[in-house]
């Protein structure tokens, strides 16, 4: 039972208002203007002259309610609403059956604000409404059809766009650039909609600020959620300080990383080792080649070399807390250029390390999209 329940409309208060007042405005003006077109205009007799039409209510929960549909535009309200009410017209003088009329009205209605582009639910209203009312005339088309829905568009033009929501909506306007950050482009939305293959009640580039929105909020829930503890690489291997270089070279190898914490005899971090340390030892400038140079540094050959992990480590070492955000953490990779961050308690203890891959792989499931 809960699915025949509708959610809530996510809008405040003061959009609720705004609505009621414009359908308010809207109708009125609607209403006394084709009044004073029908009588003092026209002439024509007001007790054998309707000078309101039903569908035009829909016509105003669209224009007021939901300025940015496609279905709202001014060109869909006002063609919409004539173009439906000529063929209901035209099947009350040629069908005979006034069932099969209707019928024919309300679905060649359809198809015929599809090929004008004016598609406009209450359109289907309009053609139905002549055969239900038994109107011959294509002069009712004018007036009140048109009019009514020409004096609707106008009010909904001056209200709209002083109620702070821009209507219409261009035609054909050249969608926003996406950024270099932008998850989907419009071409990637183009191909999604004609997959999707429904008419969608919202104009694309509101669709598309919306998932953007809705992109951006997921990014900063997600990254936001996340600690360094959650992504880190936990007890990480440790080095003294006096270790000889060759060995602490070994050990990296070994296991495939490129940074050392080092620590004094208290366990208190100190200083970081990388292959960067390593690198900065050798001289580029000889003949000899990095693999020889790179050798002779770890064997202490060619004069006085570094002997052991404290004489080449970076003593200057920016670190974090476990229960720091992740969001404060990337400045340190993106602006500092560090590639390991070094997780330490408040004694200093390393409780792990933050690498650039934890960080890529914290982004990816921050950022991953769901396969269709």
């Not at 035009?56 to 940015?68: E, I």
């Not at 183009?190 to 293959?197: E, H, S």
Request: glycine share 6%; proline share 6%; with cysteine.
């Amino acid at each position: 039972m809960n699915a025949f329940w509708p959610k809530a409309q996510r809008v405040d208060a003061k959009e609720k208002w705004r609505i009621c007042i414009g359908a308010f405005l809207g109708i009125c003006i609607a209403g006394l203007g084709a009044y004073h077109l029908s009588h003092n205009v026209l002439g024509l007799d007001g007790q054998s002259m309707a000078w309101l039409i039903a569908p035009l209510g829909a016509s105003a929960v669209l224009v007021f309610a939901v300025p940015s549909s496609p279905l709202a535009q001014p060109w869909s309200v006002i063609g919409g609403n004539t173009l439906s009410a000529l063929v209901g017209i035209a099947c009350v003088r040629w069908v005979p059956d006034p069932m099969l009329g209707a019928a024919i009205a309300v679905a060649g209605a359809i198809a015929l604000m599809f090929a004008l582009r004016c598609l406009h639910p209450p359109g289907g209203a309009s053609a139905l409404l002549m055969l239900l009312a038994g109107v011959d005339q294509f002069s009712y088309a004018f007036t009140p059809v048109f009019v009514d829905s020409l004096l609707l568009v106008l009010a909904g033009l001056v209200y709209n766009n002083l109620s702070g929501r821009p209507w219409p909506q261009a035609l054909g306007a050249s969608p926003e650039p996406a950024s270099a950050s932008a998850r989907f482009t419009q071409a990637d939305l183009d191909a999604a909609l004609l997959r999707y293959n429904q008419v969608v009640d919202m104009n694309e580039d509101d669709l598309t600020r919306l998932l953007r929105q809705a992109e951006a909020n997921a990014y900063q829930r997600n990254m936001g959620e996340l600690r360094c503890a959650d992504i880190m690489t936990a007890e990480p291997h440790q080095v003294p300080e006096n270790l000889p270089l060759h060995q602490a070279w070994a050990l990296m190898r070994q296991h495939s990383i490129k940074a050392l914490p080092v620590v004094d005899q208290q366990q208190c971090l100190v200083g970081i080792v990388t292959t960067a340390d390593f690198m900065k030892q050798i001289d580029l400038d000889a003949h000899e080649g990095i693999a020889w140079r790179l050798r002779s540094l770890l064997r202490g050959m060619r004069g006085r070399k570094p002997q052991t992990v404290g004489e080449i480590m970076s003593r200057q070492v920016l670190t974090a807390r476990p229960e720091q955000a992740l969001v404060d953490a990337i400045p340190i990779f993106t602006q500092h250029q560090h590639r390991h961050l070094p997780i330490i308690d408040e004694q200093q203890h390393v409780l792990g390390i933050l690498t650039q891959s934890d960080l890529i792989n914290a982004l990816y499931r921050a950022c991953a999209v769901p396969t269709a």
